[in-house]
């Protein structure tokens, strides 16, 4: 690509979604009011004012409705009620309205692939025989073997474990197998069953009707499964999805018939026209497909609205293959007119300030999680690399995601005793697997303010916060030059000043060499020094850097990044 081109147009103040900048809070760990150690919503309302300043644009909440929170609230029971642990229907509408005062929207995790298993339906359909109606809202099947002994086929939960499980009839004989994906109290319900679809498009009328801005899509890939339910055919471990990335889209959907399979673009399109009857609503797919063009069909015009880039978020640590997978996700996306997503961080994987110092071949696979006994991250050079990667991403063209935390520097808490964890995925590989609770300990606020550090007055706090936690507290942070918090703030003020959101975007071959990797985006050029030596800055007025806040002596440091503009 010869390097005057330009690859991404400009499309200023068009649909918010296409340049937001999006801030995912995990209720029960941003901030507590009622002080029993879970996060809930009046909390969230009385620190909005602080992701005000921060100059987010818009928040994802992670699932906060009824649950029995096996799996920490993707385990739904009733979907139009907030659940207790979080706060009443009435507190959701009064965060709503102060966040509307503030300029901010709100998006609200769905979870359509599976409910919990104390959810009405499915308890009705354990009651009920088999073949009924009840029972065809989830994949209930008859097991293989004489006496149906054996799951009907060989699909693995992705938390580990079979993905069947054989329910016992009223009269105490064993009877039929239940598919789950995840854990076996989330059973997977039949996207075949048109009651099923009914029952959605009225969830989602309820909650836009309320006011809400738009939807994270949960296993937005899992909802069709292949008809017959035949065996996966490619293992990698437990079957999961991402051994897939190397193969073509036919041999991906024949290979893994549970995940990305073509009928779910119907079950797309459906959402979307529910959506359409309401104003200026988006969704966002949690689709873990790969390669790119085939999640870009996730987002055609009449689909979703994005999609997470995950095969972003787990790209190599250098410049080519960052340059590659940049360049991919603004092509790829563009082809079907999407404009890309960016994440570094979420609530499933290691927080990125820790991820990224660890060597590339001790990196654990996504959801895995840190195991005590691994060879401990280097903290300081994967705080460096974070903050340089965010600001690396914050300059591009498109949505970014970030993940509560993350503008304070937050590292992964990897050495919590076993005995806190909650992530099913812990319990369903007794340990072998540790899981994601490390990167949902609740947020430090206010140094020492109490033994939570200002999560709330009791210091109570249903995962603690390893000590090194206070250290990162925001009170500490702000308006202090230099800070993670800082940076986020400076960082999204000139990527809003600047129009990068929706800029033109072209990469800066002229400014780079074989350890730098630049952009020029809006006539703002972003430098990335992997390192090893310092390199000397071009011309041009320095709007921010991860380098000592501005004090730039001709030179960038590695793993650095800087703002200039041209
Ligand atoms: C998604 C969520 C994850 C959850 C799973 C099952 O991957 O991000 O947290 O465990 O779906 O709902």
Redesign the pocket.
Known sequence: MPNTEIISAARPNAEWWRTAVIYQIYPRSFADSNGDGIGDLPGVTSRLESLASLGIDAIWFSPFFKSPQK??G?DISDYKQIDPLFGTNEDLEVLLAKSKQLGIRIIVDI?P??TSDQHAWFQEALAAAEGSAARDMYMFRDGQGANGELPPNNWQSIFGGPAWTRVTNPDGSAGQWYLHM?DSS?PDLNWDNPRVADEFDDILRFWLAKGVDGFRV??AHGMIKRAGLPDATIYDENLRERPIKNLTMEEAEEAVPYWGQPGVHDAIRRFRRVLDEFEDRAFCA?ASMSPLPRLAMWVRPDEYHQAFNFDYMTTAYEPAALKKIITDSIVEYAKVGASSTWVMS???GIRHATRLGIAPEHTPRPGDGIHPTDPAPDEALGLRRARAATAFMLGLPGSSYLYQGEELGLPEAWQLEGKYRQDPTYARTNGKRIG?DGCRVPLPWEADATASNGFNTTGESWLPQPANYRTFARNLQDGVAGSTLELYKRLLKERKAFGMGSGEFRWAEEFQDKNTLGYINNGVLVLFNFGPDAVVLPAGEVLVTTQHDLILEGELEHDQVVWIKL
């Open positions: 799996d920490a993707y979870v692939n599976h995840f989330q949960d296993v949690e979420n609530h499933d994601r």
